[in-house]
């Protein structure tokens, strides 16, 4: 055999089998990210079981029964308010600052929702529980001191017109399955009221043995400039119904300068023809004044109704002037469509 022969032999007998024997290279496998959702086979962990079929849900593909998986959604207001009339009942609404008065009464308000955000109002209030403070009264019945009639005068029902603003709103789950809408109001308004004030307290006579109790006598003081300012909340319940909670406070004058329409010089006429005997329709008085309400006998209480034109004298004697904040908490119930 020939040289080159025999190494060509040798050469393919070595190496063949270590090229048989050479790794073959193989591409490498796709990295599965780290956020990648799982397949679903039989060795994943299996999802919290939950209470409320609702809670598994998909929001964007994200499953809100996964702990490992934050969902965060901004969703408009469930219910839309502009364009929507609204009525609300506001059963008692109770003075919260008095000092010389004590107020409770009951209101009404209309609301038209213009905008979202937006509204006119009209608000009426009737209180029927207008008296001076026991602290008043108490002045009164030891010392015989009460404070200025302009600063103790009493509102016996106002009517004003206002806007109501918007400025936050939400939402908070209640019970873990209701969800309540809510929005944080700020209002204020004019209007006018009508005014009274004390001319007697209460008194209780002693007659034998027997206590005779002589209720007390009010003045009307006539009509008044009132403005308003106030803020709170309304939660709202389905589609119609909502519920107020606000604080406002009632501005209003307060210049005692008439009493039942009579002014200083008609009392000082009525003081006159009390003396001598003198009948007052004769007497030269104003045209607003209310004569008759000081003149005969009170048929309930026997009480000569002469002797409160002293009182009335006194209280429009010095007509000193005020402005008076009446601060009350206004609960009401709402129906809006």
């Known amino acids: 055999m020939r040289p080159t022969s025999i190494l060509s032999f040798l050469l ?5 089998p270590a090229l048989a024997q050479a790794p073959v290279e193989q591409a490498p496998l796709p990295v599965k990210p780290a956020d990648a959702p799982l397949a679903s086979n039989a060795n994943a962990e299996a999802p919290l079981p939950v209470a409320d079929p609702e809670a598994q849900r998909l929001v964007n593909g994200a499953p809100l029964h996964n702990p490992n998986v934050a969902v965060h959604v901004v969703q408009k207001k ?3 308010d502009a364009g929507r009339h609204e009525f609300t ?3 008692a609404i109770p003075q919260v600052n008095g000092r010389f008065t004590e107020h409770a009464g009951s209101g009404l308000g209309y609301t038209y929702h213009l905008q979202e955000n937006f509204a006119l109002q009209l608000t009426g209030q009737y209180n029927w529980h207008a008296n001076e403070s026991p602290f008043n009264l108490e002045l009164i019945d030891k010392v015989r001191e009460q404070a200025q009639a302009a600063t103790a005068l009493l509102l016996q029902w106002g009517a004003q017109a206002g806007v109501e603003v918007t400025p936050l ?3 908070f789950a209640f019970y873990d399955n209701h969800l309540l809408q809510f929005s944080v109001v700020i209002n204020g308004g004019a209007g006018v009221g009508a005014t009274r004030v004390l001319v007697r307290p209460q008194v209780t006579n002693q007659v034998d043995g027997v206590g005779t109790v002589v209720p007390a006598r009010l003045g009307d003081t006539g009509t008044k400039f009132v403005g308003s300012v106030g803020g709170g909340l309304r939660v ?6 909502a519920l107020r909670l606000e604080l406002r406070d009632l501005v209003y004058t307060a210049r005692v300068d008439r009493v039942d329409g ?3 010089q008609d009392f000082a006429l ?3 023809a009390r003396g001598t005997g003198q009948p007052f329709s004769a007497l030269p008085l104003s045209g607003g004044c209310q004569y008759s309400r000081f003149d005969g006998v009170d048929p309930k209480t026997g009480k000569n109704l002469r002797e409160d034109i002293i009182l009335g004298k006194d209280l429009v004697g010095n007509p000193s002037s ?4 009446n601060l009350g908490f206004y609960a009401g119930f709402s129906y809006l469509f």
């Open 270 to 272: 009525l003081d006159e």
């Open 169 to 171: 709103y939400g939402k």
């Open 236 to 241: 709202q319940f389905g589609d119609s119904m």
């Open 89 to 91: 009942l506001y059963p």
């Open 322 to 325: 005020d402005v008076l904040n």
């Open 262 to 264: 009579c002014n200083q």
């Open 12 to 16: 393919a007998t070595v190496c063949t």
């Open 78 to 80: 469930r219910f839309a």
